[in-house]
């Protein structure tokens, strides 16, 4: 790489930088007390936010950077080491409890944003921009929604530097993965190699003076599942961990849900996290002490995983499946089985952040409840986010506190032993989507069940810009009818490309809260008017029973809330490949009535069943589990389209099978189709 090349990475991380650092100072206006009623801190969150917002034990902050940490194996991972500074200037020589952050995104760039931020008086200044700032009455509420993650903790949670946690107390090691950043050799994505990995630097940072011994972990997104999966085999030191927006189950969770490959994030993901790790060291370049080691490691693997995507996008057939995808679609893999959490496995105390907009929201609550370990020992938060903005709307009046300070009390209970009462939060905090936050004892909700509602060709009379209007009822319906549908692009305007793009497309209101154009080429079923408030929660599953004119289709579904308006709102969404539609009845969930409330596609080429032109084919769409409430007046909607662009496609395999032809569902009474509805009281 010559020294122009070189800059002009350096540039490009540097714009990637700043635009992170403005997206993720971004979320929720006017930031005030959490209520104990509705957050159910027992009045304790303000005092959290007090300790958290006032004068910290040191002063300052000494960063050591690109500390070299060898494995076992004799590469050289590099990290920045962050430890506070006393009124005197000195660096502390204590040994405090120390917090590790493993991530594939270069801490270049995240010391570069905390460099930003540590400029005196800014973030505070940004802060009080940020929530003057009031879009929620105009047509790009969504971009506000965005703007106000600095006020929820995104840039302390998720990219892991928190100074006021570090100035009261802690040492913070954030390390570039394996293949990654500074870091020497090739990026093993979330396997066995990296996960030895993140055990050697919790050992290493144990043993080091400056540390007593007690480690925890901290970080969103990768670095979040790091964490999880080291959890799964904690070494001694590790105590507690923080994951923010952490996948378990990546297969179902974004790289291919329903046989649906993740066409919007994985190709900007594994574009950011590839550039970034070929951004060279420039200081060892002007000092003599470049490592060529890591050089020759970028040389040999440049690409990291692209391979696969390629394969996935263009293979035109199944006669000759390329090595990289057929290893993807081999559940046995090692790929796979990097990919595969086991959260029940976890010992180590943890506190969960999901967003139920988050492209991993299918993994959140599941997380939670998987884990064996009591409620005072884990918790869960799931906001009304997107991956792009975590945190949103914490802070707020009737809210939990934001997210660093529940981290701060988090690791001062795990780590220090502070009885500070955070065992008796929650333990589960969700964002109620159609009203507010609200504090359960487990999730779903107990008094829920489970009921069939069906898809009615009767007309609901409140969709006229749909492709189709139909009903949805409680008694099977009469009429036997056969609905087309065929791909379209409406779905680029949809809550479905939101969430793909990891919020970044949602700014726009019309589009990301309201599923009108998006519904053009939709089949819809809308339910009457309920009466009272009904609670919807947990997991989904819509039964359709369909039919094609190829040898494959595909299939997406949106559960939807009309308002009196008319305003459409997704509140979750599921999707599948018609021959990806096996189903593994031992890691499935059925519901008293003996129907799926969450379907388990194994997503594998031996388990592929075929789809014969003309003749029907039943198949059962996993939803993502939720928690919402439909108020009176309110209805009930499930949008069926025959693709989900750009959010997802497709194999490119199965997707030539589709041939892009129209698609039918069929509502048959001997046969119906009908969604699995987790309610507290009956949808008329």
Known sequence: MSGHEATSVLIRAVRLAIATAVVVTSVSIGAGPATAEQTGDGGRGEQWTALYDGPQQYDDVHIDSDVPIQMSDGVVLKANVYRPVDSAKAVVDKPLPTIVNLTPYTKLLTNLVDSALAVPGLQQFTMDLVRRMNLSRTPISGFGDLLHALDGGTIQTVLGIDRNLIRSGYTLVVADVRGTGFSQGAWNT????????????????????????????????????NQLRVAEDAPAPLKAIFPVEAGSDLMRDVVAPGGGVGTTFLPLWLSNVNQTKLIPDVQSMLNGTFDWKWFEARMADPATNTDLLTQALLTPSLDDVPPALAEALDGKSDFRQGILGHPERITVPTFVYGGWHDIFANSAAKIYNAIPLPAAKKQLVIGDTYHANPGAGTGAAGAPPRLEVLQRVWFDKWLKGIDNGIGDFGPVTLWEQGAAWK????????????????LSSATSGTAEHALRDGSLTTKRPQERNSLEIAPGLTTVCSRDAAQGSAGLAAPLDMCAKDSRIAE???????????????????????????????????????????????????????QLTASMRAVVDSKSARSANGDYTAPYNPITLDTLLPVVPGKPVALDVAVIPTQAVLQPGHRLRVDVFAGNAPKALAFRPMLNNTELKPQYLLLDPTVPSFVNLPTNRPID
Request: aromatic share 8%; glycine share 10%; no cysteine.
């Open 190 to 225: 979330l396997g066995q190699r990296e996960q030895l990995d993140t055990r050697e630097v919790i050992k290493w940072a144990a043993a080091q003076p400056w540390s007593n011994g007690t480690v925890g972990m901290s970080g969103g997104s990768y670095a979040g599942i």
């Open 439 to 454: 504090t359960m004892r487990t999730f779903p909700e107990p008094g829920v069940t489970h009921r069939r509602i069906y």
């Open 520 to 574: 053009s080429n939709a089949l819809t079923f809308t339910s009457a008017k309920v009466a009272k408030q009904t609670v919807i929660s947990g997991p989904i599953n819509v039964h359709l029973n369909t039919v094609h004119d190829a040898t494959d289709g595909y299939w997406s579904v949106t559960v939807n809330d009309v308002a009196p308006d008319n305003t459409s709102t997704v509140l979750s969404a599921g």
